[in-house]
């Protein structure tokens, strides 16, 4: 059964930094490659960052560019977000999702999400 659960989230002062973490189980982790997402309320989730299997080519919406930085440890099953610099805007609920094959098929996994709060 796929499983990935994030926690790290919290409340931060603008200029702040969080590491958030996904535990991931229940499929090879190293074969797939992880993204993050963000959902703010009142607007629709969207992509923060991603990164391939084995850890290269990360990829960052441009709004975190320069301030969040994607890594994985696979012996670990686990997918981090440090984010830097903190702004207002960042706050939300922070998702990991993967894109995995289960019996011969491609589905869509989803944590169950944790707030993060840029706030004085």
């Known amino acids: 059964q796929v499983q990935l659960v994030e926690s790290g989230g919290g409340l931060v002062q603008p200029g702040g930094s969080l590491r958030l973490s996904c535990a991931a189980s229940?499929?090879?982790?190293?074969?797939?490659?992880m993204n993050w997402y963000r959902q703010a309320t009142g607007k629709e989730r969207e992509f923060v960052a991603a990164?391939?299997?084995?850890?290269?080519?990360?990829r960052y919406a441009d709004s975190v560019k320069g301030r969040f930085t994607i890594s994985r440890d696979n012996p670990k099953n686990t997918v981090y977000l440090q984010m830097n610099s903190l702004k207002p805007e960042d706050t939300g609920v922070y998702y990991c999702?993967?894109?995995?094959?289960?019996?011969?098929?491609?589905?869509?996994?989803w944590g169950q999400g944790t707030q993060v709060t840029v706030s004085s």
């Open positions: 999702n993967a894109w995995v094959e289960v019996e011969g098929r491609l589905n869509v996994y």
């Open positions: 229940g499929f090879t982790f190293s074969s797939y490659a």
């Open positions: 990164i391939t299997r084995d850890g290269g080519r990360p």
